[in-house]
């Protein structure tokens, strides 16, 4: 999409119109927070939902990856009456819940198998997807309590300032999975995990501490 027609213009409106109320009900409430977490400029993104400038079909991209957003079923057929095409597969897959992850709140066990699963659209892309479910507040508004973290073993893909969660043995048979941002020094092999909520200090850790470090890369959070 460019920034240049009045129609396409007319187009980015319609999209907005339905696109951030939806992602308010995921927990997006700005465009800081989506600029995060799509990892894209603020400055653009404000742009855009002032309609002065229109979405790239990569930016939409990343959002139904992201968000669960599936942008084909919600603006399939403005996309092709401006001959546009925009065509993911809504193949479902089981997805293991298998715990909670800490968001400030006194740790728990971390169960190895998981005793419920949920079916979910787009994760074909995603190396060993499972969900943990978040306790806590150390991460509001970004992630509440009850909120499900789609979680895969990305390590390679992680960047600074984003999501993860962190799994380190606590004691024998008991993993321990912290929800935070991080910063990674790779060469050192040094991390340090931060919260939004700043009561909640850093903490600095070695690569070596952890069992693994996964992607969060999708937060569901039901509406009620």
Known sequence: ????????????????????????ARGINSIYALAHSIDENA??????????????????????????ISIDTVFGKEFKNKGFTYS???????????GYAECGSSSVNWPDSASRV?????????????????????MRPYINPGDKLLCSDHPQKIK?????????????????????????????????LYSINTKYPPTNHHENEFVKICKVNRIIRDVK
């Open 1 to 24: 999409m460019t920034k240049k027609s009045k129609k396409d213009r007319a187009l980015t409106r319609k999209i907005n119109e339905k696109l951030f109320p939806m992602l308010s």
């Open 88 to 98: 993911k597969s809504a193949k479902a897959r089981k997805v293991p819940i298998l």
């Open 160 to 192: 600074d300032n984003s999501a993860v969660v962190a799994v380190f043995k606590s004691m024998p048979d008991t993993f321990e999975a912290n929800a935070k941002l991080i910063s990674w020094d790779r060469r050192n092999k040094l991390i340090t």
């Open 118 to 138: 949920v079916e979910l659209t787009d994760v074909s892309g995603l190396v060993n997807p499972f969900i943990l479910v978040a306790k806590g507040d150390s």
């Open 43 to 68: 400055g653009s993104l404000s742009k855009i939902k002032r309609a002065l400038s229109d979405w790239t079909i990569d930016q939409l991209d990343k959002i139904s990856e992201i968000h669960g």
